[in-house]
């Protein structure tokens, strides 16, 4: 199956489509696996330079299509965003193409290779940004979301490709009936043994501690305004009343408390206040500012935990920051970009915060169970999630503030995510929101209770202990490392060797 322009840019874009509506909020999770053939149909024989081509425009129209609500964070973020990480595909695109053009159909098996290290590699760097994993497609698929215990959400990206390709090869084999047949049942069985041991891994849990995801529904233009502070915190107040009936610990969302919450002993007292007259922890997301011996100050995005005898004095430190939303990646290391993040400051007058990273995990402990939190963009990497497991987090907190999102595809993108995170470490995630969605996830990644996007309101539930160490928490992203080293290596042996096409 080969095709010609235009034919070949009409399947290409065919195939960003499909992958693109593989993703939430569209209930067309399957299409990825039919977006595989496709992909593999509109690169194959290409060579490098026309694969990259064709790799780059693929990342180009899936970024529009999936992440074009970044622009509502930052302009200038979302353009260096689309150009960054289309580049990602292009070179999957490029060394796939350059693979077939040598090696026929036998160089489509490098697919699976070459996505899972782009996916890995897309998680190493300041600029990292890796959302569109193909996994994160399945996540409504929870039988399949079990392959993630093994090593990581990779498993599923690498099963999805695998399930894929033999489907192209079934149809490029229709005319030798017997063969095509055989391809086809053999990816029905592949999927059909996947999806039966998934079931079977899925088992009863038994909660037995109370929480509750607090969701303020304030607008971010209103948060941050002069004068708003008591407005935020009498929204908050109300709720942690109504919901501290039945829970032991509240989480208040990223940025409840919209300041530098350890220079304003008022709003100190009042969250103590509110855990002593309740009688419940509090966990809260604010802004964090020190000022180092040398008088240079540094600015975090942090959260910070209450009990009824106070304020834990540490708090969580955001380790991973939102590129060119958070922080300008490399500025502080390379002064040319230091200067351009000024310029877009001052000159256009277009918003890039100065966060700092946060230098090392931080876990706090509710009613004798301790736990990790995630701030935001934090839920995306699984090897981060972890190594917080395995420094004694018992269950996660996720808290975010998804208004900066709008009523668009990205809340509900980043409301599936942690279902991955609570497979691969088999733990309990609660999810706090501002805007919604708030959510509990138990160990194998069901939505035990979750909220609407909008609405001031609160989520109460129940979770329990962790389900035993996982090969992912005892391993790490093995697969993932093997595939991004096979890649590179594989890169360089097509670029050393001697060209024999086929």
């Known amino acids: 199956m080969r095709f010609k322009l235009p034919q070949r840019t009409i399947v290409l874009i065919i195939s960003a489509v499909f992958f693109s509506l593989a993703f939430e909020p569209s209930p067309l ?27 780059y425009v693929f990342g180009v129209i899936t970024a529009v ?55 890995y590699s897309r998680s190493l760097t300041q600029v990292s940004f890796p959302w569109q994993n193909i996994s994160y497609t399945q996540a409504p698929n929870i039988a399949i979301v079990q392959l993630a215990e093994l090593n990581g ?35 029905i069985t592949l999927y059909s043994t996947a999806y039966i041991w998934g079931v079977t891994r899925i088992h009863p849990v038994e909660p037995d501690f109370s929480v509750a995801a607090l969701q303020g529904n304030i607008p971010v233009n209103e948060k ?30 990223e940025s409840a408390a919209p300041m530098y919450l350890n220079l304003e002993r008022p709003y100190i007292s009042w969250i103590e206040s509110i855990a002593r007259r309740e009688n419940v922890d509090i966990m809260t997301g604010a802004l964090y500012m020190i000022r180092t011996p040398e008088g240079v100050r540094k600015y975090y995005n942090s959260a910070f935990f209450f009990s009824p005898e106070g304020m834990l004095p540490t708090p969580h430190n955001k380790l991973h920051l939102v590129p060119f939303g958070e922080h300008m990646p490399y500025a502080e290391k390379i002064k040319p970009i230091a200067k351009f993040r000024e310029f877009v400051k001052e000159r256009l007058a277009l918003d890039i915060s100065d966060f700092h990273p946060g230098d090392s995990i931080v876990t706090f402990e509710s009613h004798g169970r301790r736990f990790g939190t995630l701030i935001c963009f934090e839920v995306v990497y699984p090897e981060f999630v972890r190594e917080m497991v395995n420094k004694g987090a018992e269950f996660l907190a996720v808290i975010t503030n998804d208004d900066w999102f709008g009523e668009t595809a990205g809340p509900y993108q980043h409301f599936y995510i942690p279902v991955f995170r609570a497979v691969e470490n088999r733990v309990w995630i609660v999810r706090a929101a501002n805007t919604g969605i708030c959510g509990i996830f138990d160990p194998y990644g069901r939505v035990v209770a979750k909220t609407q996007l909008g609405g001031r309101t609160y989520l109460t539930g129940k979770i329990g202990p962790r389900m035993g160490e996982t090969m992912f928490q005892r391993h790490g992203a093995v697969l993932a490392k093997i595939c991004l080293a096979m890649a590179v290596l594989g890169g360089i042996i097509l670029a050393v060797t001697r060209k024999r096409y086929v």
């Open 29 to 55: 999770w399957f299409l990825v696996y039919f977006f595989v053939p496709i992909f593999a149909a509109s690169i194959r024989g290409l060579g490098f330079k026309e694969g990259f081509r064709s790799g």
């Open 224 to 253: 941050w305004q002069n004068g708003k502070a008591d407005h935020n915190f009498v929204a908050y107040d109300e709720l942690s009343a109504l919901a501290a009936d039945s829970a032991q610990l509240l989480i208040w969302p």
């Open 65 to 119: 299509l999936t992440l074009y609500w970044v622009v509502y964070v930052n302009v200038v973020g979302v353009i260096l965003l689309v150009l960054l990480h289309s580049f990602y595909y292009a070179v999957i695109g490029g060394l796939a193409g350059e693979a077939t053009k040598r090696y026929g159909r036998a160089g489509l098996w490098s697919l699976p290779i070459l996505w899972v290290g782009m996916e």
């Open 153 to 187: 959400d990779a498993v599923v990206t690498f099963f999805v490709c695998v399930v894929g390709l033999i489907l192209y090869l079934a149809y490029a084999n229709l005319r030798r009936m017997v063969l095509s047949s055989v391809l086809f049942l053999a990816a």
